[in-house]
Nanobody, 122 residues
Framework: QVQLVESGGGLVQAGGSLRLSCAVS????????MAWFRQAPGKEREFVAT???????DYADFVKGRFTISRDNAKNTVYLEMNILKPEDTADYYC????????????????WGQGTQVTVSS
């Protein structure tokens, strides 16, 4: 049973930074593609960033140049460094895992964390 636990969310002013972490237990982390999604109130969950088991990275257009996804296989952890935050980045952020290959689709990921809230004030 794979378990994912996010941390690092909080309240930040526009232009500020946050670093989200997602610790993974169970299974073989090195084999997982990891992703971050977010869901704002009243909206569907949307793709933010993903990193495959071979460290191929993909970003949603709206975070390119501001967010950085990375992974530390020794710590079974994936990170999302978020800079130049905007009020529209306010959402619950979720990490997700699937075997091997990355995807942008929510339905392709079977393992999810509980989410961490990010609020960006203007």
């Amino acid at each position: 049973q794979v378990q994912l636990v996010e941390s690092g969310g909080g309240l930040v002013q526009a232009g500020g930074s946050l670093r989200l972490s997602c610790a993974v237990s169970g299974g073989t982390f090195n084999n997982y593609a990891m992703a971050w999604f977010r869901q704002a109130p009243g909206k569907e969950r949307e793709f933010v960033a993903t990193i495959s088991w071979t460290r191929i990275i993909d970003y949603a257009d709206f975070v390119k140049g501001r967010f950085t996804i990375s992974r530390d296989n020794a710590k079974n952890t994936v990170y999302l460094e978020m800079n130049i935050l905007k009020p529209e980045d306010t959402a619950d952020y979720y990490c997700a895992a699937r075997n091997w290959y990355s995807s942008r689709r929510v339905r392709d990921f079977g393992s999810w964390g509980q989410g961490t809230q990010v609020t960006v004030s203007s």
